[in-house]
C-alpha cells in the first residue's frame, strides 16, 4: 500500500510532466509560427527544436540571429564532412570538383561569421551581400560536378540542408532600400586614398613586378606570396611593368587590400588556359582568381586563351567584396568575366567574349565599359547571363 508520500510524489511527477509536455507544445507552436514564414519551415523547424538553442524568439531579430546561428552551426557540419568525402573521389574530375567545395565552404563560413560576429559593423545591405555570397558559393559547389558530368556518386553524399537554412536567413533579413550614389566617378565606398590611387598617374608600390629583372621580383604570384604575409591588411600596391604573365594567380580570402597597377591594358597582360573543356570547373578555370576583400586592378588585361572548343574559359574570377577594376581588359570566349558574388564596381573596362560572357551573381555596376561579341562556334549563341539568388 502507498504511503501519502509516495502518492504526493507521484502525483508531483505526473503534474511537472504534463508542465513539461504543455510547455513544449506552446515551444513548438511558436517556433512554428516563425518558421512558417520562412521559405524553407521544415528544416527550419527541425534545427530549431532539436538543436543546442532552447528558447522562443520573441523578435524578429531574436529570430534571425538564432536562424544564422543554426545556419552557421550546420555548414561548420557540411564542412568537416565534406573534408572527409576526399578520400571517396574515383577519378580527378570528382577530385576538382570537391577541391572548389572545400574553398567555397571556407568562404561560406567566413560570410556567416561576418554576419554574426558582435564586432563588425554589419549593416542590413552588408547582411544581404554576404548572406547572398554563402548561398552562392554553395550553389557553384554543386554545379563543379554538373558541368563536369560527375554529380551521380559525389553530390548525393554531400547533400544537406546548408542552402535551405540560408535562404531562410535571407529571407528574413531586413533588406535595404538604400541607393548607391558616387563621388569622382566612384561609388561612395572607394575612399578618398584608394581614388586618388586609382587616378594617380603613377601610383607608389610596395613591391614592383618585371620579367626583365629590373623589379623585385619576376612573376607575379612570387609578389603576391609576399604580401600575404605583410602585417596588417592596408592597401599594398604591387606594380606589374609590361610583358605577357603566362600565370595563374589566387588572392585568397585573407588577403585584403591588394592593388594591382600594370602599364596599360595593351601592355601588361596576364594569360592562362585553363578550361572546362580541359578538366576544370568553370570556378577553378579562371586566370585570375581573388577573393581577398577590396581588391583593386587597374591597367592589366586578364586573358584566358583556351579558346571556344573548350567552353567555358574564364579570364577574371572575381568574389572580391566592395572591389574595384579601372581601365581593364578582359579577354576570352565562353565566360570570359565570372562577376561571382560580393560586391564590384568595373569603370572603362574592356570585356570580349562569347556564350555567357559577363555572368554571376555580384551586384555589380559596369560604366563605361566597351563590350566586344566574338565570333562564336557553329550552333552557339552570344548572351550575357546575370543571375540574382532570392528565395
Known amino acids: 500500500m502507498a504511503t501519502k508520500f509516495e502518492i504526493l510524489f507521484i502525483l508531483f511527477a505526473s503534474f511537472s510532466s504534463f508542465l513539461s509536455s504543455a510547455s513544449s507544445s506552446v515551444v513548438s507552436d511558436d517556433i512554428n509560427q516563425w518558421c512558417n514564414k520562412t521559405p524553407y519551415p521544415e528544416p527550419c523547424k527541425y534545427f530549431m527544436s532539436n538543436g543546442s538553442h532552447n528558447f522562443v524568439p520573441k523578435q524578429k531579430s531574436e529570430f534571425r540571429k538564432m536562424a544564422m ?83 551521380d556518386f559525389m553530390l548525393p553524399l554531400m547533400s544537406n540542408n546548408v542552402s535551405k537554412l540560408i535562404s531562410n536567413t535571407l529571407a528574413i533579413n531586413n533588406g535595404s532600400t538604400e541607393k548607391q550614389t558616387y563621388k569622382e566617378g566612384f561609388p561612395t565606398w572607394v575612399s578618398p586614398g584608394n581614388r586618388k590611387l586609382l587616378q594617380s598617374s603613377s601610383p607608389a608600390a610596395n613591391l614592383v613586378v618585371a620579367q626583365d629583372g629590373s623589379g623585385n621580383y619576376q612573376t607575379i604570384q612570387a609578389a603576391i606570396d609576399v604580401a600575404a604575409k605583410r602585417s596588417g591588411s592596408g592597401r599594398f600596391v604591387i606594380h606589374v611593368k609590361s610583358g605577357v604573365y603566362k600565370e595563374n594567380i589566387e588572392i585568397g580570402n585573407k588577403m585584403k587590400n591588394i592593388m594591382l597597377v600594370g602599364d596599360g591594358l595593351k601592355n601588361t597582360i596576364i594569360t592562362g588556359s585553363r578550361s572546362v573543356g580541359g578538366g576544370s570547373t568553370t570556378f577553378n578555370s579562371a586566370t585570375v582568381a581573388v577573393t581577398g576583400g577590396g581588391f583593386i586592378a587597374r591597367d592589366i588585361t586578364f586573358r584566358n586563351t583556351a579558346g571556344p572548343q573548350n567552353h567555358q574559359a574564364v579570364a577574371l574570377r572575381s568574389g572580391s567584396d566592395l572591389s574595384v577594376f579601372y581601365r581593364c581588359g578582359f579577354e576570352g570566349y ?38 566586344y561579341a566574338r565570333k562564336p562556334m557553329s550552333g552557339q549563341k552570344i548572351r550575357i547571363k546575370t543571375r540574382k539568388n532570392r528565395p
Open 69 to 151: 546561428q543554426i545556419a552557421m552551426e550546420r555548414a561548420l557540419n557540411a564542412e568537416t564532412h565534406t573534408k572527409w568525402l576526399g578520400s571517396k573521389c574515383r577519378n580527378e574530375l570528382e577530385k576538382n570538383a570537391w577541391s572548389d567545395c572545400l574553398k567555397l565552404y571556407e568562404s561560406t563560413i567566413l560570410q556567416l561569421n561576418n554576419t554574426l560576429d558582435p564586432n563588425t559593423k554589419c549593416s542590413d545591405v552588408d547582411a544581404q551581400t554576404w548572406l547572398s555570397t554563402a548561398l552562392t558559393n554553395l550553389e557553384t559547389c554543386r554545379a563543379g560536378f554538373i558541368e563536369l558530368g560527375v554529380s
Open 334 to 371: 565562353q565566360d570570359t568575366l565570372y562577376i561571382h558574388s560580393q560586391r564590384q564596381f568595373y569603370k572603362e573596362c574592356d570585356i570580349y567574349g562569347t556564350v555567357d560572357f559577363i555572368f554571376g551573381n555580384a551586384a555589380v555596376v559596369l560604366q563605361n565599359c566597351m563590350i
